[in-house]
């Protein structure tokens, strides 16, 4: 969703996380506002994440797990990971439904695959969702 100036507005005014906002406003110093609004993990947000690297998936997968897959959970996993352009929708529920029967509950490569579901976020990301970036132009009409 794109960025919400009367939202971002209302975000610096109030600074619910207490990043410090106010000082920064005061001078408008618009690149530091910037700064704090974009770097990810000041905050304990989190965002669920839309799309991923096949190799980011195979990376989280041990081995020795993937040996003692049977032929077909091996060959989903293959198809999943080899016939993909670039990354692979994480956030589609039929990719998440096709993933999930692979690794069992107790495989140390289920818990790691369900790690990468979130990350955490910058505070544009926690309001806006993921991936959204907020510039100097959105702090400057946020600030009128």
């Given at each position: ?31 530091k ?9 000041l ?98 009409l946020?600030?009128?």
């Amino acid at each position: 969703m794109p960025i919400n100036i009367s939202a971002l507005k209302v975000e610096l005014q109030t600074d619910p996380k207490a990043l410090g906002f106010s000082t920064f406003v005061a001078f408008r110093d618009l690149n530091k506002l910037v700064d704090l609004l974009n770097t990810k993990g000041l905050t304990n947000d989190t965002v669920s994440i839309g799309t991923i690297t096949a190799m980011t998936l195979q990376q989280n997968v041990v081995a020795a797990e993937y040996i003692a897959l049977t032929a077909a959970q091996r060959n989903l996993w293959d198809g999943t990971i080899f016939t993909c352009p670039q990354v692979i929708a994480l956030s589609n529920t039929l990719v998440r439904g096709q993933i999930g029967p692979v690794w069992s509950a107790a495989t140390s490569t289920r818990g790691n695959l369900s790690n990468l579901q979130v990350r955490a976020a910058s505070r544009t990301e926690a309001l806006f969702g993921e991936g959204e970036v907020a510039n100097t132009g959105h702090v400057d009409l946020a600030l009128r």
